[in-house]
């Protein structure tokens, strides 16, 4: 808004004058992340074939899984540089039901999962982003941890989600780099075991937007606890 005093309409114009700037750059910045993942695919296939063609099998599943490992890098960064949700318009949901969802999928599927909290909390957010961010802490925990505690629990001002595991957690000195973009701790860096470290970079972006912080600390059985706070108006 660029009304008021001069000064005031001078500086609210100086600002937003940098804010599109700001956005300009950020999108010119993904465009250019998105266009070289998508075209990385080319030579990659390329090489996919010839590999094929190495006698070595042992040389050649090496550079396969090289090669597959590359390629989901590039879907991953592609999804992330493409961030589909961030057009996705706020709703009325039901965050408790959508953890303890989440929560008794993974458990179909094998984990040892367990949900305690209320039954219905009503939150207004981006569904899908909210799921893609929970569902990645709780594959996380399971990956990592073992299993995946989940706590539901709000008051007047704040929702709060716990996912506790088993695990290690992730040491001190890492903590503040692991929302960075294709981070991993150490225990993370193969294929077996680790992705291409956008998991908590997508939670962190998800949960910043959504005006909330992601911490970090132990539980109280002694394993990792990764905390989620939103604000709850």
Same mark, same amino acid.
């Given at each position: ?23 300009? +750059? #950020?999108?010119d ?19 996919r074939?010839?590999?094929? /063609?190495?006698? %070595?099998?042992?040389?050649?599943k ?11 890098? #590039?879907?991953? *960064?592609? $999804? ?8 996705? $318009?706020d ?5 408790a039901?959508?953890v303890? &969802?989440?929560?008794d999928?993974?458990a179909?599927s ?6 305690? =909290? ?10 899908? $982003?909210?799921?893609? $961010? +929970?569902?990645?802490? #709780? ?10 505690d /989940? ?18 957690? #992730? ?5 503040a780099?692991?929302?960075?973009? +294709?981070?991993?701790?150490?225990? &993370?860096?193969?294929?077996? *075991?680790g992705?291409? =470290? /956008?998991?908590l970079?997508?939670?962190? &972006?998800?949960? &910043?937007?959504h005006g909330g ?5 132990? %539980? ?6 990764? *905390? ?5 108006p």
């Amino acid at each position: 808004n660029e009304e008021g005093p001069r000064e005031v309409r001078r500086a609210a114009r100086s600002f937003n004058n940098m804010q599109s700037r700001l956005k300009a +750059f #950020i999108e010119d910045r993904t465009y250019m992340l998105a266009a070289i993942s998508h075209d990385l695919r080319t030579p990659i296939t390329r090489l996919r074939l010839r590999a094929e /063609l190495i006698e %070595d099998e042992e040389q050649q599943k090496k550079i396969l899984d090289d090669l597959a490992q590359m390629e989901d890098m #590039i879907v991953a *960064t592609l $999804a992330f540089a493409r961030d589909e949700t961030a057009s996705e $318009a706020d709703i009325r949901l039901d965050l408790a039901a959508m953890v303890q &969802s989440l929560a008794d999928d993974a458990a179909d599927s094998g984990a040892q999962t367990s949900y305690a =909290g209320p039954d219905k909390l009503a939150f207004t957010g981006r569904p899908v $982003a909210l799921m893609r $961010a +929970f569902q990645n802490l #709780i594959d996380n925990a399971i990956k990592y941890g073992g299993r995946a505690d /989940l706590t539901v629990a709000q008051d007047d001002t704040t929702v709060t989600v716990h996912i506790d595991d088993a695990g290690p957690g #992730i040491p001190e000195a890492e903590r503040a780099r692991v929302f960075d973009p +294709f981070y991993r701790v150490e225990g &993370s860096r193969n294929r077996e *075991t680790g992705g291409v =470290g /956008l998991g908590l970079a997508v939670v962190r &972006s998800v949960i &910043s937007a959504h005006g909330g912080d992601v911490s970090f600390g132990a %539980d109280e059985k002694g394993g990792f606890r990764i *905390t989620v706070t939103l604000p709850n108006p």
